[in-house]
Structure formats: structure tokens, C-alpha cells
């Protein structure tokens, strides 16, 4: 009962993960732009529900809803002014503008919020737990594993059955061709890009929420969404959902032995996975 209940933990810590990577699997997966400053800007929503919920006296779930169109905003206008006129067949100018706009949103988090740690509360509900089963899990938990699927069944929903998904799969497929069709690439770049924030702002709920942030953790939930995002396969969304809950139980087993264990145990797991499926479990780009 042991091993059940540290799997069914892990699966849902792999739910976090997923959050993490779904925003970073859609801008991939429409815009070839792997984006260095996903963690940073996950930080950043945090911040941006904790200032809400703070200056209105509102639970960060509240705060959520008026932080997501702030979110869809800041994302749509990096992309629009920034990330699009450096964006071509050469991966290296997005890649640098990207770690210089990470290094932007950390110095100018510590400027404004200092390097004080900061956590979101939302009362009862963290403590709270239920049985499922043999095992009893955490509500929060397990309503961030639940939010994990309903994002990603939302983000399949609108990348295959919606006339924007069909601008997305278009556009990333042959950007000249859109364009000579009368779809103006830059602005499906944008709305991409704007939605990416609006997962990374849900991420950012349950991130500030279950545990402190700071200004500095970017990079590390950057790196737990890459490795998410490679496991399952690059532009795969539920297969991002997989690779989270892979690193998630492996994290889980590798603290159960030995708690020193925990993050390294997920990279061990990263690497395993790539050695035997090079290019992810459920691959979706060709290129």
C-alpha cells in the first residue's frame, strides 16, 4: 500500500508538472519558439494573483479570473513587439531574446516584491483530503492533477475542432502559404501566445498555492516543463500530461528511498526516456 500510495502521489504532482509544460507545448507546437522565460512568466502570474488577491481581499481563486486576461495580455503584446520580429529559420535570436527577457521579469520581480518568499492562501481547502480508494489524497492535489486534464482536453478542443486551431495547424505547418491565404501569421502567433499565459497563469495558481515562490524559481519550473514536454514528445499535448506524471512518480519513488533523491530521480527518469525514445513518447512535429 506503500508503492500505491507513493505512485498515486506522484501522478498527482505529475499534474503540476503538466500545467507547467501545456503552455510551452503550445507555443512549440505552433510557432517552432521554445521559450527560455516560460518559468519566469509563470513566476510572474504568481505574483501577479498574490498583488490582486492582496489589493481587492479576494481568494486566488477569485484572483485568477481577473489575472488570466491581464496574463492573455501580457502575452499577446511580448509576442506582438517582441517575439515576432526575431522569430525565422535561425532558432538562436529567439533563444537569446528569450534568456534576456527572463533575466528582465527576475530582476524586476526582485525590484517590485524583493526576494522575500511569497505563497497564496486558500484557506481550508489546503488541508483538506479525501479517500480514494486505499489511498487518501490531498483536495488540493488532486484538483490540480483534474485541472491539468481539463486544460489539456480545452487546449486538444481548440487546436483540433476550432477555426483558430485550424490557423494554428496551418500556420505552423507553412507560414508563406497562411499568409498568401489572407491569415496574418504574426496575429495567430500572438492569440498562441497569449493563451500559452493564460495556462501558465492557472499553472501559477496552484504553484503559489501549494508551495513558496520567490523570484528566482523560474528556471527550475522552466526546466521540470522541458523535460515534460521532451518525454511526451514535442507539440504533443497529452503527451505532455504523460511526461509530467513520469517525472512526478519518479520524483515520488525517488523520495520514498531517500528524500535527497527526489529531483534527481526525475531527471533520471528524463534521461531513461529519451535513451529509449529519442524524440518522446508521442512525437507530433516532424521537424
Not at 512549440?28 to 505574483?47: E, K, P, T, W
Not at 492569440?191 to 528566482?216: H, K, W
Not at 500530461?241 to 528524463?270: D, M, R, T
Amino acid at each position: 500500500m506503500i508503492v500505491v500510495d507513493t505512485i498515486v502521489q506522484g501522478i498527482l504532482l505529475g499534474g503540476l508538472y503538466a500545467l507547467f509544460a501545456a503552455g510551452l507545448s503550445l507555443v512549440f507546437g505552433v510557432m517552432r519558439l521554445v521559450n527560455l522565460a516560460h518559468g519566469d512568466l509563470i513566476v510572474l502570474a504568481a505574483f501577479v494573483i498574490l498583488s490582486i488577491a492582496t489589493a481587492l481581499n479576494l481568494s486566488p481563486f477569485v484572483a485568477l479570473l481577473l489575472a488570466c486576461p491581464v496574463m492573455f495580455a501580457v502575452g499577446w503584446g511580448l509576442q506582438t513587439y517582441l517575439l515576432n520580429r526575431v522569430l525565422g529559420e535561425d532558432i538562436l535570436p529567439p533563444l537569446l531574446v528569450t534568456f534576456g527577457l527572463s533575466v528582465v521579469i527576475q530582476n524586476g520581480l526582485l525590484e517590485l516584491f524583493s526576494a522575500d518568499s511569497q505563497k497564496l492562501t486558500a484557506g481550508a481547502i489546503e488541508a483538506q483530503s479525501v479517500s480514494l480508494g486505499p489511498v487518501t489524497v490531498g483536495v488540493m492535489p488532486l484538483l490540480t492533477f483534474v485541472s491539468a486534464v481539463a486544460v489539456i482536453f480545452a487546449l486538444n478542443q481548440i487546436f483540433y475542432r476550432t477555426k483558430l486551431g485550424r490557423a494554428f495547424r496551418a500556420t505552423s505547418d507553412d507560414r508563406e502559404t497562411v499568409g498568401l491565404m489572407g491569415i496574418r501569421p504574426n496575429n495567430v502567433f500572438a492569440v498562441a501566445t497569449g493563451i500559452a499565459m493564460v495556462v501558465a497563469t492557472v499553472a501559477a495558481l496552484y504553484l503559489g498555492i501549494r508551495a513558496n515562490f520567490d523570484p528566482s524559481i523560474g528556471p527550475a519550473r522552466l526546466l521540470y516543463a522541458f523535460e515534460a514536454v521532451i518525454i511526451g514528445g514535442l507539440g504533443s499535448l497529452w503527451g505532455t500530461l504523460a511526461g509530467g506524471v513520469i517525472i512526478g512518480v519518479a520524483q515520488a519513488l525517488g523520495a520514498a528511498i531517500n528524500p535527497e533523491w527526489q529531483i534527481l530521480s526525475g531527471h533520471i527518469a528524463f534521461v531513461a526516456v529519451l535513451l529509449v525514445r529519442p524524440r518522446g513518447l508521442f512525437p507530433r512535429a516532424n521537424d
